[in-house]
């Protein structure tokens, strides 16, 4: 009986049902394309270090997590220290980042020692670098900023000439050639991090030990930094997430409140003659938590549909700039926060509904 009349009571007020639906669809689906998109640019970071084919990589001592565009130095003699000095060292290439808008950065590297050490780029068009102002971009960048081969892209204050256009999934969207890049941003022989090559992975330790106990250098496998791409290693993102959680609450308790409490007020006759009838207090109130928890759900798979709208409207708009999963693990913690907004946004209505007079509520015009 509760199940018909709470059924039969969203049917009545088709629009305030649906409003209902969507405003609480809304903080879902605020939640879930924060999660996505907090995990795609994480796991899109990951995958690209992961591309490079290193087995370590080395930082200053002072860089914190996984940061990939740190303007703290490491010096480029350290590469003959790598290549001659460090046993079990195959292979050792500089890199340097610099952002050019969040989250992207451009990235310098010596062209004939990257291609050794990760096999070279994919190109879909186009040629690699061989003159001092050639870049690269991968195929996300040129379809959100509208490039084709020969295009003219100004940035860090310098015109660079577009040569080839490549797949995605290793190092950077934007690379140049590293000299070019250090005599652009005036930064002499400067490096942002060096990847190393070992003959052995197995050998990791005793490298990362040997050069840790005869350079001030930080050391990690390529394991370890990739496990620092996570939210609780991002100052503040973690605390950003539980306030937009907890906003979520607020939405839905502020609007199941004020649309049940609009329900009571419409029904007040109906609950009347409940009552009339032998309705107990506890069956008045059951019925509009029901109603609530209804609104609760219906909103939830609202809002899960319309992150699949969120995440397409990033994929076509801004594919390079922002990168969206789609979060499944997500959607009952989202339900469940939404549920818990909506039952105690039902409370007082039902609560101010279960204490109503049966006579004057019959009498109610």
Not at 239 to 264: E, H, N, R, T, W
């Amino acid at each position: 009986m509760t199940t018909k009349l709470v059924i039969e009571n969203l049917k009545n007020k088709p629009m305030r049902s649906l409003l209902s639906f969507l405003l609480i669809g809304v903080p879902v689906t605020l939640i879930l394309t924060l999660q996505g998109l907090s995990s795609g640019m994480l796991n899109d970071n990951k995958e690209r270090a992961r591309g490079v084919g290193a087995d370590l990589i080395v930082r200053a001592s002072s860089t914190t997590m996984a940061v990939q565009t740190s303007t703290e130095a490491v010096k480029e003699k350290y590469l003959a220290y790598f290549r001659n000095e460090v046993p079990h060292v195959k292979l050792a290439t500089g890199v340097m980042n610099r952002s050019i808008e969040f989250p992207l950065y451009i990235t310098g590297i010596d062209p004939d020692e990257f291609t050794k050490m990760s096999g070279g780029f994919t190109y879909l068009d186009g040629r690699g670098l061989r003159d001092p102002d050639d870049i690269l971009v991968d195929e996300l960048y040129a379809r959100q900023k509208k490039l084709h081969i020969g295009s003219a892209i100004s940035l860090k204050n310098h015109d660079w000439h577009l040569t080839g256009i490549i797949q995605g999934g290793k190092l950077a969207r934007v690379v140049v050639s590293l000299k070019s890049l250090q005599e652009v941003l005036d930064t002499g022989a400067n490096l942002t991090q060096i990847y190393l090559k070992l003959d052995d992975p197995r050998n990791s330790d005793a490298v990362v030990r040997f050069v840790e106990e005869n350079t001030n250098l930080k050391v990690n496998t390529m394991a370890e930094f990739t496990a620092l791409y996570s939210v609780n290693n991002i100052p503040g993102l973690s605390d950003f997430m539980y306030v937009v959680m907890g906003i979520g609450v607020v939405i839905g308790f502020a609007v199941v409140c004020l649309s049940m409490y609009m329900a009571v007020l419409q029904r007040t006759r109906e609950i009347g003659i409940l009552k009339a009838i032998g309705g107990s207090n506890s069956f008045i109130l059951r019925i509009i938590l029901a109603e609530a928890m209804v609104l609760g759900i219906g909103g939830t798979v609202l809002g899960i549909l319309m992150s699949f709208g969120a995440w397409w409207l990033i994929r076509t708009l801004v594919p390079s700039s922002l990168a969206i999963d789609i979060v499944p693990l997500w959607w009952p913690i989202a339900g469940a926060i939404t549920l818990v907004g909506a039952g105690l946004g039902a409370l007082y209505p039902g609560l101010n509904a279960a204490r109503h007079d049966p006579i004057e509520a019959l009498a109610y015009e």
